[in-house]
Nanobody
Framework: QVQLVESGGGLVQTGGSLRLSCAAS????????MGWFRQPAGKEREFVAA????????AYANSVKGRFTISRDNAKNSVYLQMASLKPEDTAHYYC????????????????WGQGTQVTVSS
């Protein structure tokens, strides 16, 4: 089992930046692909970014490409999402997820989920 705890969310103005962190405990973190997903209020959960176990393979949703960067530190059992040039449409609850496969954009490929952290971007 892997337990995931997100942090770093908050309220930020349009154009601002935030860095989300996800701390993992339990089974060896380095064996998992990690993903970030988000769920705006009243909408479906959507893919944001993913990274494979080594960090060499990354994937991004088109809506965040060039603005968000996913990274991981296996020595610290952590994955990060650096968000820049934030827009009001980035407002959502952001979730960290772990899965045994590759850097996937599908929720079905992730077996462990955190409780999430809220990001609100004001206009």
């Amino acid at each position: 089992q892997v337990q995931l705890v997100e942090s770093g969310g908050g309220l930020v103005q349009t154009g601002g930046s935030l860095r989300l962190s996800c701390a993992a405990s339990g089974r060896p973190f380095g064996s998992y692909a990690m993903g970030w997903f988000r769920q705006p209020a009243g909408k479906e959960r959507e893919f944001v970014a993913a990274i494979n176990w080594s960090g060499f393979s990354r994937a991004y949703a088109n809506s965040v490409k060039g603005r968000f960067t996913i990274s991981r530190d296996n020595a610290k059992n952590s994955v990060y999402l650096q968000m820049a040039s934030l827009k009001p449409e980035d407002t959502a609850h952001y979730y960290c997820a772990a899965g045994p496969g590759t850097a996937s954009d599908s929720t079905r490929d992730y077996s462990h989920w955190g409780q999430g952290t809220q990001v609100t971007v004001s206009s």
